[in-house]
Structures are given as C-alpha cells and as structure tokens.
C-alpha cells in the first residue's frame, strides 16, 4: 500500500514541476502575446515562489488543523486554478495573478508531500522514498520541455496551460479518493503538530547553517532551471526548431533523474558526503559552459545531466544532517523559507540580464556560473558547522 500511496504523490509533486516550467517552456509564444519583454517574463518566473516566502513555515500548522489529504487537495486546486487563470490572461497582471494562485498551491504542496512520504516510510526507506519523490520535479520539468512547445507551436500556448489544469484536477480527486493515513496516525505528523518557532529562536544559531544550505540549495536549483529556460533559445538561434531544442534540452533532465538516485548512494556511502556535491555541480557547470560555447548539444546535454543528478541529494540532507532532532522541522522550514525567497530574486535577475545583455548566451552562462557557486558555497557551510557545537544527526 505504501508504496502505492508514493506513486501518487510522485504523480502530485509532478503537477508542481509542471506548473512552474509552464511559462519557460512556452516563454517564446506567450512573451510576444502577453506584449512583454524578458524581465515580464523573470518575474513571473520567479514570482511563483513569492508565496512559499510566508507559506513554508506555517503549511505545517495549516495540515494539523485541517489534515494533512484536504490540505493537498486544497494544494492542487490551487495549481489547477492559476494554470487557468494564466491560461486567460491577456495582460501581466492577470499573468501574474495565476502565476501567484499557482506558486500558493506550489508552497503547501512542496511541505505536505514531505509530511505524506513520512507519514508511511517513517520507520524505513525514507531517504529512499524521499529521493524518488524528489525525482518527479525534474520528470515534470522534462515532460514540460518535450510537450509544451510542441502543443504551442501545434496550437496555442494556452491549450498547454489547459492541459496543466486538467492533470491537476485529476491528481486532486485521485489524492482525495486513494490517500489515507497509515494505522494508528490520528493526525498529519509531528511536524504537523508543532508550532512556529518564535523570532528569537530565527536569531540562535540553528538558522546558520539552514540559511548556508539554502542558499547552496537555491544555486543549484535556478541554476538549472535558468539552463532549461534559456538554452533552448540559444540553441534555436543556430536554426534549430524550438520543438527540436526544447527536446534536445531537456536531455539534461531525463538524465538527471537517472543519476540522481546514484548521487544519493555516493553521498552515503563515500567517507566525504560533500565530494559528489562539489564534483557534480562543478561538472555541470562545466557542461553547461561547453553547451553555450558551441559543443555537440546533445553530448553536452547529456554530460551536464549526468553531473547535475550528483548533488541533490547530499544537499538535500544537509539542514537534516545538522539539526537536533528536535529542531529539524524548524531547519527545514527555514530551509525552504530561504529557498523561496532567493528563487524568486535570481530569477528575476535573470530576465534582466536576458533584457540588458539580449543575449540568451549571456544568461546561460549565468545559470552554469550560479551552478559552480553550489561548490564554493560549501566552503562557508563546512566552516560554519566547524565553528558551531555539533548537533545529534537525525536518525536515517
């Protein structure tokens, strides 16, 4: 049952991925429709995680007071309702009014699948139920990538953002029909059950190394999702199609989700758990770099996916790994909390340079240089978990 109940949330986490790859996929078409320029199109980019900002922390106490399923169901509908309100839109704002309804149902979704997963791996298999459930916003980013465009050029950018709607309207009634919660679980989880941590606690030194982890977080995530969003201009700027460069791209992903479960076994099994971190995201970046600089665009795809698959994991455990078991959900929260916040700046930055520079080249190699940050932010990370008294690891 359990790991029927896992399939289904892997399906939900994909209507995330989706809804937020929507706008890069279809970016080209919309852009033009929507009489915006590149920095218009960054701010929706990067708005959609403006809600997680006030959301992550509270969507905890939000599921113990109205459960953890009817949460997630609210979550998808959510989703369904800014896919189609983007879907209409025929101005920015409208545009960013959806992309916000969205980002809302993104916010609580991203927490309470955590919570679901726990709720029925907690005694076993939760790193590995965790990492497959991780894996389906890169399937999501990839299935966007290849459908997308397609359904755009075929059609109308808006029949894909129709089409999103519809998935999440069906994920909801199947969350609220097949969920449930293990024997013996009254209510969500113990996360559920705790409260906001108060503003002193936000001063005392457990949020350093969360605030550290989620900044190297944030790099490696819009440093890939800058990739995925701006490379397939690049590459159709060489007579490429856009179809045809958005599947060559998203390469990357398909081959990410392979690898990732193996950056997950390195990290723990290898004697220094940062070392795939550093290899992968240098190796990415450095993937990345020969793909704009004109290497085959397939094998540099494929290069850079293999990489990126390496540190997720590892950096994923890293507010987990540092944390007293009874500050763990307070690290994570924050963790996520930074996340957002710093998702939604970059991205906006990178429309600008896209606007500033009208170079797709330029912004590429912006995201690979954001990649190789995730290296040199491990530097500040280890000295600061040096520095501070080290916390019970939580228990795998």
Same mark, same amino acid.
């Given at each position: 049952?359990?790991?029927?109940?896992?399939?289904?949330?892997?399906?939900?986490?994909?209507?995330?991925?989706?809804?937020?790859?929507? %706008?890069?996929?279809?970016?080209?078409? &919309?852009?033009?429709?929507?009489?915006?320029?590149?920095?218009?199109?960054?701010? #929706?980019?990067?708005?959609?995680?403006?809600?997680?900002?006030?959301?992550?922390?509270?969507?905890?106490?939000?599921?113990?007071?109205?459960?953890?399923?009817?949460?997630?169901?609210?979550?998808?509908?959510?989703? *369904?309702?800014?896919?189609?309100?983007?879907?209409?839109?025929?101005?920015?704002?409208?545009?960013?009014?959806?992309?916000?309804?969205?980002? *809302?149902?993104?916010?609580? =979704?991203?927490?309470?699948?955590?919570?679901?997963?726990?709720?029925?791996?907690?005694?076993?298999?939760?790193?590995?139920?965790?990492?497959?459930?991780?894996?389906?916003?890169?399937?999501?980013? &990839?299935?966007?990538?290849?459908?997308?465009?397609?359904?755009?050029?075929?059609?109308?950018?808006?029949?894909?953002?129709?089409?999103?709607?519809?998935?999440?309207?069906? @994920?909801?009634?199947?969350?609220?029909?097949?969920?449930?919660?293990?024997?013996?679980?009254?209510?969500?989880?113990?996360?559920?059950?705790?409260?906001?941590?108060?503003?002193? =606690?936000?001063?005392?030194?457990?949020?350093?190394?969360?605030?550290?982890?989620?900044?190297?977080?944030?790099?490696?995530?819009?440093?890939?999702?800058?990739?995925?969003?701006?490379?397939?201009?690049?590459?159709?700027?060489?007579?490429?199609?856009?179809?045809?460069?958005?599947?060559?791209?998203?390469?990357?992903?398909? @081959?990410?989700?392979?690898?990732?479960? %193996?950056?997950?076994?390195?990290?723990?099994?290898?004697?220094?758990?940062?070392?795939?971190?550093? @290899?992968?995201?240098?190796?990415?970046?450095?993937?990345?770099?020969?793909?704009?600089?004109?290497?085959?665009?397939? *094998?540099?795809?494929?290069?850079?996916?293999?990489?990126?698959?390496?540190?997720?994991?590892?950096?994923?455990?890293?507010?987990?790994?540092?944390?007293?078991?009874?500050?763990?959900?307070?690290?994570?929260?924050?963790?996520?909390?930074?996340?957002?916040?710093?998702?939604? #700046?970059?991205?906006?930055?990178?429309?600008?340079?896209?606007?500033?520079?009208?170079?797709?080249?330029?912004?590429?190699?912006?995201?690979?240089? %954001?990649?190789?940050? @995730?290296?040199?932010? =491990?530097?500040?990370?280890?000295?600061?978990?040096?520095?501070?008294?080290? *916390?019970?690891?939580?228990?795998?």
């Amino acid at each position: 049952m359990r790991w029927f109940i896992l399939a289904i949330l892997f399906i939900a986490r994909t209507c995330m991925a989706l809804e937020f790859q929507i %706008l890069g996929a279809v970016m080209p078409f &919309a852009r033009v429709d929507l009489d915006s320029d590149y920095a218009a199109m960054g701010q #929706l980019m990067g708005l959609f995680m403006l809600p997680g900002i006030v959301l992550a922390l509270p969507a905890g106490m939000l599921s113990s007071r109205f459960g953890l399923k009817r949460l997630a169901v609210f979550s998808l509908l959510l989703l *369904a309702g800014g896919s189609a309100l983007f879907s209409v839109s025929h101005d920015y704002g409208t545009a960013l009014a959806g992309r916000l309804v969205g980002g *809302a149902g993104n916010a609580v =979704l991203s927490v309470l699948v955590s919570a679901m997963v726990a709720e029925w791996f907690r005694d076993r298999d939760l790193s590995t139920a965790l990492s497959i459930v991780f894996i389906s916003w890169q399937f999501g980013l &990839a299935v966007a990538l290849a459908v997308f465009p397609a359904i755009a050029e075929a059609a109308s950018w808006r029949w894909a953002c129709h089409l999103t709607t519809l998935v999440c309207l069906t @994920v909801a009634v199947l969350v609220g029909l097949t969920y449930r919660s293990p024997a013996g679980t009254t209510t969500g989880t113990a996360i559920g059950r705790r409260s906001m941590p108060s503003l002193r =606690l936000i001063a005392r030194r457990q949020s350093i190394l969360p605030t550290l982890a989620g900044i190297i977080w944030t790099a490696y995530n819009v440093g890939q999702v800058i990739f995925l969003t701006y490379a397939p201009a690049l590459l159709a700027s060489t007579g490429m199609s856009v179809t045809e460069a958005s599947r060559t791209v998203s390469l990357t992903v398909w @081959v990410t989700m392979a690898t990732m479960p %193996l950056g997950g076994l390195l990290t723990d099994r290898c004697g220094r758990p940062l070392m795939p971190v550093a @290899v992968g995201s240098l190796g990415a970046a450095a993937a990345g770099m020969a793909f704009s600089l004109g290497a085959p665009p397939v *094998a540099s795809c494929i290069a850079a996916g293999l990489f990126l698959g390496l540190p997720a994991g590892g950096i994923l455990a890293l507010p987990a790994r540092h944390s007293a078991p009874g500050e763990t959900a307070w690290s994570l929260g924050w963790f996520m909390t930074v996340f957002y916040i710093l998702m939604t #700046l970059i991205q906006m930055l990178a429309g600008l340079i896209r606007d500033r520079t009208g170079s797709d080249l330029v912004t590429v190699e912006f995201g690979c240089a %954001l990649l190789a940050l @995730v290296a040199v932010g =491990l530097i500040p990370f280890e000295l600061a978990r040096r520095a501070l008294r080290p *916390a019970p690891a939580m228990a795998a």
